[in-house]
């Protein structure tokens, strides 16, 4: 029973490097999010996905690029990491349209 | 703007009480709300949800009420739990489109023995 899985759970980086988040789902979940949350905030939508091939931008999309070229895999890219993306953030998986969405447990990213 | 608001960043209830969080929304085009509870280091998990064709949902110990006039609901906890600490965060989805998850900012709940 994986879930949701996502890589690295903490990570450091130095302005300007670059990295990929990992997210995985094993349960042949068609729509995939990336959201992003800040001390003391919401949870912030990045990118979303309604299937292989099919990404749109979210609420706060500056900074970060993604992919799914599976149904299985969704990284989020940072390619010019910015102390503004020290976050914490969720990949989720959902079966239907807003529908309940299973998240993983979360990357803790400084940008220093 | 702030379409799904959670005024209260926290409140403190005693163990076996009832626990009501609160959260208010603006946009009317609204038509499924849910709630995740998140614990410190884990990601948010389901908890609830209710549709706006409906004004209550109840799961065990769990019961969200929803106000379409007022738009406004409500997550009441009856018995509370020391278990049930954690941040609860109010959702809601909007009707066109692919339209995704709003979130509030959530409400740190904290039961006391």
């Known amino acids: 029973n994986a879930g949701v899985t996502q890589t690295p759970k903490f990570r450091i980086l130095k302005i300007g490097q670059s990295m990929t988040l990992q997210c995985a789902q094993d349960?042949?979940?068609?729509?995939m999010y990336w959201y992003r949350q800040d001390p003391g905030m919401g949870l912030k939508l990045i990118y979303y996905s309604v299937g292989a091939g099919i990404t749109d931008k979210g609420e706060v999309p500056n900074g970060y690029n993604v992919s799914r070229s599976t149904t299985e895999d969704f990284p989020l890219r940072l390619e010019l990491a910015a102390p503004s993306q020290t976050s914490v953030y969720f990949c989720?998986?959902?079966?239907?349209?807003?529908?309940?969405?299973?998240f993983g447990q979360g990357t803790r990213l400084t940008v220093v | 703007d702030q379409q799904v608001k959670q005024n209260s960043p926290s409140l403190s209830v005693q163990e076996g009480r009832i626990s009501i969080l609160n959260c208010d929304y603006t946009n009317s085009m609204f038509d499924y709300f849910l709630w995740y509870k998140k614990y410190p280091a884990e990601g948010p998990t389901f908890l609830i949800s209710?549709?706006?064709?409906?004004d209550k949902n109840e799961d065990g110990r769990f019961t969200v009420f929803l106000n379409k006039s007022a738009k406004h609901l409500s997550l009441h906890i009856v018995p509370s739990q020391p278990g049930d600490s954690a941040v609860y965060f109010c959702?809601?989805?909007?009707?066109?489109?692919?339209?995704?998850?709003?979130f509030g900012k959530g409400t740190m709940l904290l039961v006391s023995p």
């Open positions: 349960m042949n979940h068609n729509y």
């Open positions: 209710i549709s706006s064709i409906k």
């Open positions: 989720a998986s959902s079966s239907g349209r807003g529908t309940e969405a299973f």
């Open positions: 959702a809601a989805r909007g009707l066109s489109g692919y339209s995704t998850l709003t």
